[in-house]
């Protein structure tokens, strides 16, 4: 059975690298290497400008990760900016909204990392915390701290015990979007992780950085989740409108 295909999101910043300075299109490499160590085929998703470009990006997966990064703009959800909030990055949100909404409606196995889990919860009307203390382990490094899962959710029966996971992050959820659940928290009460249930395909969002772990536990959730999207010996989808693609070799 072919390995799912599993879409990452990038963003651009200046680059150098050689003679050459510009903008590029980056991502750290530990996010492809983790949904390889998870049994999925990685691909990067520049970022485009349109919600078309979603839908159809999306349509071509069968999993989609939303990776970390910048601040979400608090005028996403109607907030006046904190002064500790980072520089907007409007083009990003807008992009990485587009995603979210296309895979949920498109019924495609969505995972959505640190950013990720809370532009996920921005998409479905919830808000943010701007500011928080102690999850990270200080300017530039992860920190570490347990996350314990809520029993019931598909969190936990993926990572049934208290665990420890690296973390770096200064924001959190506050309000939760529309049907959305709690499915981990740190010992603060910080919602870690959150998802859609009764969605029909999964929908996931962690606070912390598996990419930054050993741990891929979470990553193989989405990738199974993916590979039921897939049917035997083909790239027909299982659950899915959209057409076969060429069988990967």
């Known amino acids: 059975m072919p390995r799912p295909v599993i879409g990452i999101s990038t963003y651009q910043d200046p680059a150098r690298w050689g003679v050459w300075e510009m903008p590029a299109v980056l991502l750290p490499a530990a996010y492809p290497r983790l949904v390889r160590a998870a049994g999925g085929l990685a691909v990067l998703l520049p970022p485009d400008d349109a919600e078309d470009a979603a839908r159809d990006t999306v349509a071509a997966l069968d999993g989609l990760v939303i990776a970390g990064g ?19 990055a409007r083009e990003r949100d807008t ?51 347990p996350v314990a899962p809520v029993a019931g959710t598909v969190y936990a029966d993926a990572v049934p015990e208290t665990a420890m996971v690296p973390a770096y992050h200064h924001q959190a959820v506050d309000r939760l979007g529309a049907g959305l659940v709690a499915s981990a928290h740190a010992p603060d009460g910080t919602v870690e992780a959150l998802e859609l249930p009764g ?4 929908v996931l969002g962690v606070q912390w950085h598996p990419e930054m772990g050993r741990d891929t536990r979470v990553m193989a959730a989405l990738v199974r989740a993916a590979g039921e999207r897939v049917a035997p010996n083909s790239r027909t989808p299982a659950r899915s409108g959209r057409s076969a693609r060429t069988p990967v070799s």
Request: net charge negative.
């Open 199 to 202: 969605h029909g395909s999964l």
């Open 70 to 88: 910048a601040d979400v703009e608090p005028a996403r959800y109607g907030a006046v900016p904190d002064p500790r909030t980072g520089p907007p």
């Open 95 to 145: 992009w990485e909204l587009a995603l979210i909404r296309a895979a949920i409606d498109q019924h495609v196995p969505l995972l959505g990392i640190c950013r990720g889990m809370q532009l996920l919860n921005v998409a479905l009307g919830g808000t943010l915390i701007q500011h928080l203390e102690d999850h990270t382990g200080g300017l530039g490094v992860f920190g570490s701290h």
